[in-house]
Structure formats: C-alpha cells, structure tokens
Nanobody, 128 residues
C-alpha cells in the first residue's frame, strides 16, 4: 500500500501563487508515476499534471500549461505542484494520485482509473 498526504492549499487572490506538496509513504518503490487532479463543486475530477517517478517525464492539461509546474524529490518521496498566475477557475479540491507500472505498458495519465492510490485532497480557492 501507498499512503499520500497533500498539503499547501489555501486562499489566494487571482494572479497569485501556491505550491502544493504530496508526501508518499509505504511501498513507494512500487510507484511508477504520480499526478495531480482537481475537482470543483458539481464537476467531475479532472487531470491537472503528471510526472513519472524515475524518468521525470511530465504531462499537463492544456488549461494549466505555462502556469503550473510539476516536480518531484525522489529522496523525500514527495511531489510538488507550483501554481502561478492563478485564476478563479482554478478553484477546486486538489488531489494527488499514484500508480504502479501499468501491466498494459501504456500509461493513461489523464484517466482517474489508472491510479490505485489517492490522497485526501487539499482545497485551493482563488478569489477574483
């Protein structure tokens, strides 16, 4: 099992910045990739960004490209999401997720069903 704990959410004005962290514990050697998703009230959970644990390959949703940066510190088993130029539409609960290497060999990073492990979420609110 892998446990994930997010931190760093809060209230910020439009144009501001926040950095989210996700600390992984447990059987972290099983982790192939980690991602951030978000869910606004009344909406489905959506993909934000992903990073593979060994190679550091990154993927972003079009809505956050150029504003958000995903990174990881393997030594600390921690993933980060630096969010700049925040907009009110970025308001949501942000979740981190992790998955082992896909048995199919294909990593569907945008698919919530790809992930076995989820954190409890952290609220990000951007005021206009």
């Amino acid at each position: 099992q892998v446990q994930l704990v997010e931190s760093g959410g809060g209230l910020v004005q439009a144009g501001g910045s926040l950095r989210l962290s996700c600390a992984a514990s447990g059987r972290t050697f099983n982790i192939y990739a980690m991602s951030w998703f978000r869910q606004a009230p009344g909406k489905e959970r959506e993909f934000v960004a992903s990073i593979t644990w060994s190679g550091g390959n990154t993927y972003y949703a079009d809505s956050v490209k150029g504003r958000f940066t995903i990174s990881r510190d393997n030594a600390k088993n921690t993933m980060y999401l630096q969010m700049n130029s925040l907009k009110p539409e970025d308001t949501a609960v942000y979740y981190c997720a992790a998955c082992p290497r896909p048995s199919s060999g294909i990593y569907y990073y945008q698919n919530v069903n790809q992930y076995n492990y989820w954190g409890q979420g952290t609220q990000v609110t951007v005021s206009s």
